[in-house]
């Protein structure tokens, strides 16, 4: 069954630092999302994606984050400068058009440690 | 604004009882609702989901769940827990004219031998 795959599953950096998160989507899946889950709290949505642009964002989601899909495979998320309260478990989610339903496929999550 | 409460942080229950996750919703038009399931080291995985039709919503591994507009309530049930069952489970909503997933906090299944 194809799934959502990310890399890597655990990312330690330190303040201050770039990081770039990758998610590998479902292969006919055309929306894209990332979410993110501090310890302890919800599940956030951070930003949705759709026709190589961003479709909607949340507060959450500043000028310190970016995404992009660099090919037709890859879906990434980029923090530019990472803060210690950016440390969280973020997934990647896709779904595919039409009809197919509002659910979307999430996958394993990475979790970002900043120090 | 649409919004989703769990009832319950923790539920025990005992392997072959009958599970039952309460969740609440909020929403000022008609929602989809979902439940989701996170085993450890897994993704979320989508167990069922409410889309405006049947009520009474049939999921994976016996799970099921039923919409009760008069209720605002969408809880989760089982008849027979297996230990395979123990996880996460999050019930969730969209957003209004949009498709991003609003979260609950989770209710954390445990299922005793």
């Known amino acids: 069954e194809p799934e959502v795959t990310q890399t890597p599953s655990h990312q330690v950096t330190q303040m201050g630092q770039e990081v770039i998160l990758r998610c590998v989507p479902i292969?006919?899946?055309?929306?894209f999302y990332w979410y993110r889950q501090i310890l302890g709290q919800k599940v956030e949505f951070l930003v949705s994606?759709?026709?190589?642009?961003?479709?909607?964002k949340s507060e959450i989601f500043d000028d310190q984050f970016s995404v992009e899909r660099p090919d037709g495979s890859n879906f990434t998320l980029k923090i530019r400068s990472t803060k210690l309260e950016d440390s969280a478990m973020y997934f990647c989610?896709?779904?595919?058009?039409?009809?197919?339903?509002?659910?979307?496929?999430f996958g394993p999550g990475t979790r970002l440690t900043v120090t | 604004a649409q919004s989703v409460t769990q009832l319950d942080s923790h539920v025990s229950v005992s392997e072959g009882t009958p599970v039952l996750l309460r969740c609440n919703y909020s929403?000022?038009?008609?929602?989809?609702l979902f439940w989701y399931v996170q085993h450890p080291n897994k993704g979320l995985q989508l167990l069922l989901k409410?889309?405006?039709?049947?009520?009474l919503v049939k999921g994976i591994n016996g799970f099921e769940a039923e919409f009760k507009k008069s209720e605002t309530s969408f809880h989760l049930t089982k008849p027979s827990a297996h230990m395979s069952d123990a996880a996460e489970y999050f019930c969730?909503?969209?957003?209004?004219?949009?498709?991003?997933?609003?979260f609950g906090t989770g209710t954390r299944l445990q299922v005793f031998p």
């Open positions: 989610a896709s779904r595919p058009t039409g009809t197919g339903g509002t659910e979307q496929y």
């Open positions: 292969s006919n899946h055309l929306y």
């Open positions: 994606f759709y026709n190589n642009e961003i479709s909607e």
């Open positions: 929403s000022s038009y008609s929602p989809s």
């Open positions: 409410y889309t405006s039709a049947a009520t």
């Open positions: 969730v909503v969209t957003g209004y004219n949009t498709d991003k997933l609003i």
